[in-house]
């Protein structure tokens, strides 16, 4: 949808990058996501935490959960009031879940 609002011309704005990313989402779809996380940093655009919170999204269900808490500290750079704490405890925990080696297998 973004790249073919730029191809016919039009800026696409936060509006149309929000639920691209919630699609990314949906379907587990982390790297598309983080593609269009950069593409609206560099069109300028202030994300806000809907759209974080869809591409974090995006990174926990392709669980890349250390580039999903990225996206929120890139949230929390680029705007001028901290985002929902609730950002940042999904993502560490997610990383930290993430880090913790498995138990070993008990079966024979």
């Known amino acids: ?3 073919e609002m730029r191809r016919d ?3 696409p704005n936060l509006a149309c990058y929000t ?3 919630a699609a990314c989402a949906d379907a587990a779809e982390w790297r ?3 593609e269009l996380w950069e593409s609206l940093l560099r069109d300028g655009i202030t994300p806000d935490a809907l759209a974080a919170g869809a591409a974090l999204d995006a990174c926990l269900a392709g669980r890349v959960p250390q580039s999903g808490l990225a996206v929120v500290e890139q949230l929390e750079q680029v705007r001028t009031r901290r985002p929902p704490r609730r950002l940042f405890t999904r993502a560490e925990a997610a990383a930290a879940l993430a880090a913790t080696p498995a138990p070993p297998n008990d079966t024979p």
């Open 19 to 21: 639920p691209a990313l």
């Open 32 to 34: 598309p996501a983080l």
């Open 1 to 3: 949808l973004v790249g």
């Open 9 to 11: 011309g039009l800026a």
